[in-house]
C-alpha cells in the first residue's frame, strides 16, 4: 500500500506543477477531490498506527487547499472547527512518513495551545523567534521530520546557540529572541500586513509558515480551550504517547486562565521604568536641539517577592517559583527582593541567580499580608508579587501605593482572604508529590509549553 501511496503522491505533485503553471487562485474540484482522497489515505495510515489519537484528531478537521501557504501544512480555527491547510507544492514533495509527521507537528500546536499563545504574544516577540520557539518544542517529539524542519540542532547551529532540549516554550523564545536583536539590532521587525495571501509558495520559510493562525476567528481563549478539549477527548480511541497524556492532563486541568508566570510577563510590560540618556536618539520634545540628549527606558523595575513562611507553601514550591521569576526578568539587569513574613517580617536580602535563593527560616504560626505591604510602601518597588496560601487577614491596615501587586496562590491553596487584593490573583501551578518528598525535577509548571515533558525511552 505505501508503494501505491508514494506513486499517487508523484502524479499529484505532476498534476499540481500543470495547475501552477496557469494558477488563477481557484483550485480546480478534480483536483481537489483526488487530493483529498489521497489525504484520506494517510489518515487511515495514521488511525492503524499506534498514535492513532493523530489519526483521529485529523478525522475530526475540516482539509482545505491553499498554494500560498510557506509550509507543507497550516491550521487555523474556523466555524467552531480547526481547519488543516495543506499546499501541495510543498507536501507532496515529502515522504509518506515525512507527510505523517507534518501532519502530527500541526496537531501538537494546536493541544500545545500554541495559537492562544501566538496571538498573545503578537507584537511583544519577533515573529520569527515565536515561530521557532514554539517549532522546536513540538518537533523534540516528532520522527521523520523534513529535512529543511525547524529543530533544536537546526536552531542550534545556524544561530550559533547552546539550547538545551526539552526546555519550556518561554526558554527557547527568550534565547532566540536574545539572538535575533543581536542580530538585527537597527531593524524593525516586520508584522503581520498583508492580507490578502497571492503568491504561490513552493519552499518552506519558517518566519511565515504560521501566518495561517491569525485568520482564526476571533474567539476567547476560554471557548478555544473548551473547543480544542473536545477535539481531544473525541480522539482518545487508544493508548497515546506518554508525552502526549502530560500536555493532554494539563488542558484538561486548565480553567481558561492566563497563567501566572505569564500574566507576570504581561504586566512587567505596563511597569514604569526609569529612564536613561543616550546620544544615539534625538530628545522627542526638541528634535531640532542637537545639544539635547534622547531618552531610553532602563527596563530595570524594583521587583519585590513575598513568601508566605508560615509553612503553607513548601520550598521546592517557592524556589521553583522564584527561577521561574528570575528566568521572566534576567534579561533586564534585574535585582530582586525577597521578603519572609508570617504575622511580621522576618528576613529581606536580595537575589540575582537561583544560587542567591536562601532556605526559609524554619517557622510556623499565622499569617499577616499587612507587614509586607508596610515594608513595600516605604521603598521604590515597581511591582510585588505575593506567594502564599491565601489564608491571612481579611483587609489591610494600609492601601498599597505607588507598585502593582500580583498574588499567586499555592497549589494546597484555595483563594486570597482579602476582600480587596488590590491587583490581579493567580494559582500556583500543582507540583506532583513522590513519597511525600519533593524534588525539583518531578515540578510540573503551566500546561501552554509542554513544560519537562521529555519523552519516555
Not at 176 to 195: A, P, R, S, V, Y
Not at 429 to 440: F, G, Q, R
Request: net charge negative.
Amino acid at each position: 500500500m505505501s508503494s501505491h501511496i508514494e506513486t499517487q503522491a508523484k502524479e499529484l505533485y505532476e498534476k499540481a506543477n500543470k495547475i501552477m503553471e496557469k494558477f488563477d487562485g481557484v483550485v480546480p474540484q478534480d483536483f481537489k477531490n483526488e487530493f483529498f482522497n489521497f489525504v484520506s489515505k494517510i489518515n487511515l495510515s495514521l488511525i492503524e498506527d499506534k498514535d492513532n489519537f493523530y489519526g483521529y484528531f485529523l478525522f475530526n478537521m475540516s482539509r482545505e487547499i491553499k498554494f500560498d501557504i510557506s509550509s507543507p501544512s497550516s491550521i487555523s480555527f474556523k466555524g467552531a472547527k480547526y481547519i488543516i491547510y495543506f499546499n501541495p507544492a510543498i507536501f507532496l514533495k515529502l515522504n509518506i512518513k515525512q507527510m505523517e509527521t507534518t501532519i502530527k507537528h500541526e496537531i501538537l500546536h494546536i493541544v500545545s495551545l500554541h495559537l492562544v499563545r501566538a496571538k498573545e504574544l503578537n507584537g511583544r516577540y519577533k515573529k520569527l523567534a515565536v515561530n521557532m520557539a514554539m517549532d522546536i518544542v513540538v518537533n523534540q517529539y516528532l520522527n521523520y521530520l523534513p529535512e529543511y524542519s525547524t529543530t533544536l540542532e537546526w536552531v542550534n547551529i545556524n544561530y550559533s546557540l547552546k539550547l538545551k532540549p526539552y526546555e519550556t516554550f518561554e526558554y527557547y523564545l527568550e534565547k532566540i529572541q536574545i539572538e535575533l536583536d543581536l542580530l538585527e539590532e537597527n531593524e524593525d521587525d516586520e508584522e503581520f500586513e498583508n492580507d490578502d495571501f497571492q503568491n504561490i509558495e513552493t519552499e518552506y520559510d519558517p518566519e511565515k509558515t504560521h501566518d495561517m493562525w491569525k485568520y482564526s476567528n476571533d474567539i476567547d481563549e476560554n471557548t478555544l480551550v473548551e473547543f480544542t478539549k473536545k477535539f481531544i477527548s473525541e480522539s482518545q480511541k487508544g493508548k497515546i504517547p506518554d508525552y502526549l497524556e502530560g500536555i493532554i492532563s494539563s488542558i484538561e486541568n486548565k480553567n481558561g486562565e492566563l497563567p501566572w508566570n505569564l500574566y507576570l510577563k504581561k504586566l512587567l510590560g505596563t511597569v514604569e521604568s526609569n529612564k536613561k540618556k543616550t546620544t544615539t536618539r534625538r530628545n522627542r520634545r526638541q528634535p531640532n536641539r542637537l545639544d539635547l540628549r534622547g531618552e531610553l527606558r532602563r527596563h530595570k523595575p524594583e521587583i519585590a517577592v513575598a513568601i508566605d513562611i508560615s509553612g503553607s507553601i513548601s520550598n521546592e514550591e517557592f524556589k521553583q517559583a522564584i527561577k521561574e521569576v528570575l528566568n521572566i526578568v534576567k534579561n533586564n539587569n534585574h535585582e530582586i527582593t525577597i521578603i519572609e513574613c508570617d504575622n511580621e517580617i522576618k528576613r529581606v536580602y536580595k537575589v540575582k541567580t537561583i544560587n542567591d535563593i536562601k532556605d526559609r527560616i524554619s517557622v510556623g504560626g499565622g499569617t499577616k499580608f499587612t507587614p509586607v505591604f508596610e515594608y513595600a510602601n516605604g521603598k521604590k518597588i515597581n511591582l510585588l508579587i505575593y506567594f502564599t496560601d491565601g489564608k491571612g487577614e481579611e483587609r489591610l491596615k494600609l492601601i498599597p501605593i505607588g507598585y502593582k501587586i500580583l498574588w499567586v496562590i499555592s497549589g494546597r491553596g484555595d483563594k486570597l482572604s482579602l476582600h480587596e487584593p488590590y491587583g490581579a490573583v493567580k494559582k500556583l501551578s500543582s507540583v506532583i508529590v513522590k513519597n511525600s518528598e519533593l524534588d525539583i525535577n518531578d515540578l510540573k509548571t503551566d500546561g501552554y509549553s509542554m513544560n519537562s515533558q521529555q519523552p519516555i525511552l
